[in-house]
């Protein structure tokens, strides 16, 4: 059975940092890309950050040099974290999984588009103060 779990959200204070975890239970987890998503109140949801078999990365512009995604292969964990926050990152954090028949061709996959993933974990709030 399929299942993605996230953790590590909170209350943070502008400035400060979170790290969120994503326990990912996928058959096959080495093809698949992991990518985080966020929906803030009355917003769209939105691609945050994705990560492919062989470490390939992507960040939406807004969170470039302030998230840093990484995968622990053997624990079947990504994590995700996050930097010098600020209230605009406050917002519902979701791990999604999206299969790859061909781990490399990473590029060939629209990671920001939310409905290319297989998978959605229950989500994460992540709330930032000013």
């Known amino acids: 059975q399929v299942q993605l779990v996230e953790s590590g959200g909170g209350l943070v204070r502008a400035g400060g940092s979170l790290r969120l975890s994503c326990a990912a239970s996928?058959?096959?987890?080495?093809?698949?890309?992991i990518g985080w998503s966020r929906q803030a109140p009355g917003k769209e949801r939105e691609g945050v950050s994705s990560?492919?078999?062989?470490?390939?990365?992507d960040y939406v512009d807004a969170v470039k040099g302030r998230f840093t995604i990484s995968r622990d292969k053997a624990q079947n964990v990504v994590l995700l974290q996050m930097n010098s926050l600020e209230p605009e990152d406050t917002a519902v954090y979701y791990c999604?999984?999206?299969?790859?028949?061909?781990?490399?061709?990473?590029?060939?996959?629209?990671?920001?588009?939310?409905?290319?993933?297989?998978?959605w974990g229950q989500g994460t709030q992540v709330a930032v103060s000013s």
């Open positions: 999604g999984a999206l299969y790859m028949h061909n781990p490399n061709y990473y590029s060939n996959y629209n990671v920001w588009n939310t409905a290319s993933y297989e998978y």
């Open positions: 996928v058959p096959q987890y080495r093809l698949y890309i």
């Open positions: 990560i492919g078999p062989n470490g390939q990365t």
